[in-house]
């Protein structure tokens, strides 16, 4: 195929073991051509792979040999679309089990289902569909004034013994497994149901008593600004979307004014649950608050 625009990887070295991995992990692929130095005695050995030109799933892509100042980072991946959960898993982990010495950055239960760096160093991410469709969903503010400092509420909104300290609703509990602060970095956490009515209601529910989450964070300014998005994957019957939530604090003369923004949920009842969720979570940060003044 013929493409005006082509994307370009740049690896260290070993373009041409890279360029095979991926033509024979990834369905649709193919080696269109290896161009190689065919003169003896100059400064590349003959032989060497000066480019080469691949396909991706139809996508033509162009990749060099660039030396040790070419490294990929995480902000690199190839993502995989799928149209649903089940399809994601499988495609996701595929290129995993294909090349087991491949070192696994992380996984959540559904949405970014393996985010994998393998010997390359290219990341590959499996997306469902769905899972980035998140403008199309009204916003709900909720705001609350603490008496407390901004630096305060930043703390226990951003740290490991912070977080586990107050977040989540009534009658539950979290525990933090991984926190990277920064935009791009993730929040990895434990949420179970511990109050007597919690627990019976989620058994109901047909939802497990403790879940894993996974948030991403995009803005992170101290002391004022926190953005991330997280997966609800946690509802029956309903296929994984992203939800995106900011919070804004402000100084005020009465300490700090928080305002909480996030995006309703697929259907009216979800929206009012994640609501009380989300005044339950500040109710319970106001308690703790309270309890240090």
């Not at 990887?9 to 033509?23: G, M, N, P």
């Not at 970014?112 to 160093?121: A, G, S, T, Y």
């Not at 992170?220 to 900011?246: M, S």
Request: net charge negative.
């Amino acid at each position: 195929m013929s493409n005006s625009v082509r994307p370009c990887l740049t690896f260290v070295d070993r373009t041409e073991e890279a360029v095979k991995f991926y033509v024979s992990v990834f369905p649709n692929s193919k080696v269109v051509e290896i161009t190689r130095v065919e003169i003896d005695g100059g400064p590349i050995p003959k032989g060497k792979v000066l480019n080469a030109t691949f396909e991706l799933d139809g996508r033509e892509f162009l990749a060099f040999d660039g030396g040790p100042s070419f490294n990929f980072t995480e902000g690199i991946s190839l993502m995989v679309n799928c149209k649903d959960l089940v399809a994601n898993r499988a495609r996701a982990a595929r290129p995993h089990a294909a090349r087991p010495e491949g070192r696994q950055l992380g996984r959540r239960d559904a949405g970014h289902v393996e985010d994998e760096e393998d010997r390359h160093r290219g990341a590959r991410k499996g997306v469902p569909q769905h899972a980035r469709r998140v403008t199309d969903r009204p916003k709900l503010t909720l705001e609350r004034t603490f008496k407390a400092s901004i630096d305060e509420v930043w703390e226990l909104w951003t740290t490991k013994e912070g977080i586990e300290s107050w977040w989540g609703p009534e009658g539950f509990s979290v525990a933090v497994r991984e926190l990277d602060l920064r935009p791009g970095g993730d929040l990895l956490y434990a949420m179970s149901a511990t109050a007597p009515e919690q627990i019976e209601y989620m058994a109901q529910a047909g939802m497990p008593l403790t879940s894993e989450h996974r948030l991403t964070f995009t803005e992170v300014e101290p002391p004022r600004r926190l953005a991330y998005r997280d997966l609800a994957d946690f509802i029956p019957g309903v296929e994984p979307y992203e939800v995106e939530t900011a919070i804004e604090l402000h100084k005020v003369p009465e300490g700090v004014h928080i305002v909480l923004t996030f995006d309703a949920m697929h259907d009216d009842q979800w929206t009012r649950l994640a609501r009380l969720g989300r005044e339950s979570e500040l109710s319970r940060l106001e308690a703790l608050l309270g309890a240090r003044s």
